[in-house]
Nanobody, 125 residues
Framework: QVQLVESGGGLVQAGGSLRLSCAAS????????MGWFRQAPGKEREFVAA????????YYADSVKGRFTVSRDNAKNTVYLQMNSLKPEDTAVYYC??????????????????WGQGTQVTVSS
């Protein structure tokens, strides 16, 4: 049974930092792309960042570039999203997801096969 379990969300003041974790289990993810998405109330789910598990290529949404960093720890089967200089507009539920495509990183959520339950991030002004 595939499981993606996020943790690390919480309440932080603007300008602060949080690190989200996504622990993956249930299959081999070495050929997968691991993505982070977020969804704020009343808004569409949007792509945040992604990393290819095997090579470590990364890609970021323009809105988070330079502030967020995605990384992975192969030994722990865990993907991280380090979020710095947080803004109130970063407030959302953040989801970890896995895409079985090995060709390239995709930013459309519909391509991703597996999803975590989400973790709330709230940034106060």
């Amino acid at each position: 049974q595939v499981q993606l379990v996020e943790s690390g969300g919480g309440l932080v003041q603007a300008g602060g930092s949080l690190r989200l974790s996504c622990a993956a289990s249930g299959r081999t993810f070495s050929n997968y792309v691991m993505g982070w998405f977020r969804q704020a109330p009343g808004k569409e789910r949007e792509f945040v960042a992604a990393i290819s598990w095997s090579v470590g290529n990364t890609y970021y949404a323009d809105s988070v570039k330079g502030r967020f960093t995605v990384s992975r720890d192969n030994a722990k089967n865990t993907v991280y999203l380090q979020m710095n200089s947080l803004k109130p507009e970063d407030t959302a539920v953040y989801y970890c997801a896995a895409d079985g495509s090995v060709v390239r990183i995709r930013t459309v959520w519909d391509f991703y096969d597996y999803w975590g339950q989400g973790t709330q991030v709230t940034v106060s002004s």
